[in-house]
């Protein structure tokens, strides 16, 4: 049992070092993956703009018209999944 949990801490230190050095794998979205996002999606709808790179990159800076409905196209997006969800 205690060397369980001597390796167990072990390996989290083994991680915890990785993390500091940057040596950890790092997962990161590209903004043409991020055109996919049902929430900019409909930014972008409510913005009356298409869903380019260029206006993901901007919307994830907080930048662009797009932004400017990140908070009403969140609340719409949301109201959609609970419709979705509850009228099965």
Do not use: H, W
């Amino acid at each position: 049992m205690k060397q369980i949990i001597l390796d167990k801490i072990r390996k989290t230190v083994q991680t915890i070092k990785k993390l500091v050095r940057g040596e950890e794998e790092k997962r990161r979205i590209t903004n043409n993956k991020y055109t996919e996002n049902r929430v900019f999606k409909k930014a972008c709808e409510l913005a009356e703009l298409p869903p380019t790179t260029r206006q993901a990159s901007k919307y994830r800076r907080g930048r662009g018209l797009a932004a400017r409905y990140a908070k009403r196209a969140l609340s719409l997006s949301n109201q959609e999944v609970i419709k979705e969800t509850f009228s099965g």
